[in-house]
């Protein structure tokens, strides 16, 4: 039972234009949502994140909105760069509890950003 | 200077051997991961440490064996492989427990088992 979907496996975007990544979630309890890129033959590294409190979240060229009535967030990222081309994860954390910080992860979205 | 390294990168193995993965971070953190990256690309934790001591096993075969020597390492020894062990394991660290600060979570680069 997959918590966070990532519906969209791979997106392609024109230089320039703006890239848009959607992710949903079915747990309510998730309070705080996080963007990870990655790269082949690395590992993820966080982009940008926001908490349940708020609804925008803006750093450089990257923004992640959250509409928590419909259990969806999404990345923008404009004007999307070849460099951006990448793999991103959503992921979703509930509060903290003795166990630490409980990331629950999408399959992820494959970005492809064409010259 | 990697933050969080792992090895070996590689590993091709066959069914019912014992094979181990090593962790290691020079971040400082208290609280080290592993995360399993299935054929579905889903990244899923397996076992949490904090402090050389474990404080998540999400419901993972008894095969695998999270050892701690330090809180920077944290080793993951699997018992008997089989095929469904193939995947990419990836090792992560953050500051600690308790912090939910942006990006706390680092990875490193990553682990490819295959079982054969």
């Known amino acids: 039972d997959q918590q966070v979907k990532q519906n969209s496996p791979s997106l392609s975007v024109q230089e320039g234009r703006i890239s848009i990544l959607n992710c949903d979630y079915t747990?309510?309890?998730?309070?705080?949502f996080l963007w990870y890129k990655k790269y082949p033959a690395e590992g993820p590294t966080f982009l940008i994140s926001?908490?349940?409190?708020?609804d925008k979240n803006e750093d450089g060229r990257f923004t992640v909105f959250l509409n928590k009535s419909a259990k969806h967030l999404s990345l923008h990222i404009v004007p999307s760069q070849p460099g951006d081309s990448a793999v991103y994860f959503c992921a979703a954390s509930p509060p903290l509890s003795n166990a630490g910080n409980m990331l629950t992860f999408g399959g992820g979205t494959r970005l492809m950003v064409k010259p | 200077d990697t933050a969080v390294s792992q090895t070996p990168k590689y590993l091709v193995t066959q069914m019912g051997n014992d094979k181990s993965i090593k962790c290691e971070q020079n971040l400082g953190h208290d609280t080290m991961y592993w995360y399993k990256q299935d054929s579905k690309k889903f990244l899923k934790i397996m076992f949490s440490?904090?402090?050389?001591?474990?404080?998540i096993n999400e419901t993972v075969p008894n095969r695998f064996s999270p050892k701690s020597p330090d809180k920077a390492h944290l080793n993951l020894h699997i018992n008997s492989l089989e095929l469904g062990d193939s995947a990419v394991y990836f090792c992560?660290?953050?500051?600690?427990?308790?912090?939910?600060?942006?990006?706390?979570?680092?990875f490193g680069e990553g682990s490819r088992l295959t079982v054969l």
């Open positions: 747990n309510s309890m998730f309070d705080y």
């Open positions: 926001i908490s349940s409190i708020k």
């Open positions: 440490y904090n402090n050389k001591e474990l404080i």
């Open positions: 992560a660290s953050s500051q600690d427990r308790w912090t939910k600060n942006t990006g706390e979570l680092f």
